[in-house]
């Protein structure tokens, strides 16, 4: 039998772009930008207008995405996710260029047990297809013809009409459960 | 009605870096290595054997994947393809971290009618689904759903039971007649 194939996304999923930038910008203006401020679009917009160019162009920078927090038990869960599903790191990375290697480096550091063969970089996640996606953008998620799974983040948590997973232990609940492939 | 997606493979289909390596070789041993020699494998067999270490760093290297000669009429054929069809262009690319950027930058710059909305690099091709796949390689169309072309390359030559796509004139004549998305 084939195992179902499970499509994560990086950014807000595994990894924390969004959390290290607030820390580094509260760090570096003696700041308290919070994430509650990003509810409703690009988390760019929490940072003080005048800010926004160089968050953008820090963005962009080589490095930026190569030395990012991994999300609280992102790992741990993926290894045995990696077992019983067949795993792909999707990401809509091609709006930046100096994030591609980054990227891929950062997730065979971070998560030793995956391999280059499972990580797709794209600019729009349409053509990308699978049994179960999992993502923190509805953009990517509304094209997908399999199940969909809304990671929650500061900048969702007022979207309704998908099933949330609001932590890693949420997404071991309904893929490492025993029954997970007889019930869906 | 949506449009059909077509997904375009990037070395030996629409970049030449077999070309480009055979005549960087040629030039530097002063030798006669041919195409023809790339039956049945992987290119890097048509080098001796000493020199395919060599070979191999040459396609690692940042630099490689930026200036490959674009393969001919493809530009002319691929922009009236982006007007008709969703187009994609998909590379197997995760292998080699440092031609991810040049990919995009190259592409970009040789087939400007595109975005980087439309570039997808991975390590497997598998959950990249679409209606037509044209591709140099089996094993990336084995596992697509769609209709499969094998575009004709130095090492494929043998391989049979794959309606075959020559050159661009006969992409051209397959997806831009004025009956292709009826008769499909």
Request: hydrophobic content about 40%; aromatic content about 12%.
């Amino acid at each position: 039998m084939n195992k179902q194939r499970v499509l994560v996304d990086m950014d807000e999923v595994i990894a924390d772009p969004m959390g290290a930038m607030i820390g580094w910008y509260n760090g570096k203006y003696n700041a308290a930008i919070d994430f509650e401020l990003a509810l409703g679009g690009s988390w760019i917009r929490i940072f003080p207008e005048e800010h926004r160019e160089m968050i953008l162009e820090r963005l962009l920078s080589p490095g930026f995405f190569r030395h990012l927090p991994v999300m609280k038990n992102s790992v741990d869960v993926l290894r045995e996710i990696n077992k019983r599903y067949e795993l792909y790191i999707v990401s809509a990375a091609m709006e930046f260029p100096n994030s591609l290697k980054d990227k891929l480096e950062w997730l065979l550091e971070n998560f030793p047990f995956l391999t280059w063969r499972q990580l797709i970089l794209c600019g729009d996640k349409g053509p990308v297809q699978g049994d179960f996606m999992i993502d923190d953008h509805v953009k990517n998620l509304q094209h997908f013809n399999g199940k969909k799974y809304l990671f929650t983040s500061a900048h969702n948590l007022d979207i309704t009409g998908y099933d949330r997973l609001n932590n890693w232990e949420e997404v071991a609940d309904v893929f490492l459960n025993d029954n997970t492939t007889t019930v869906k």
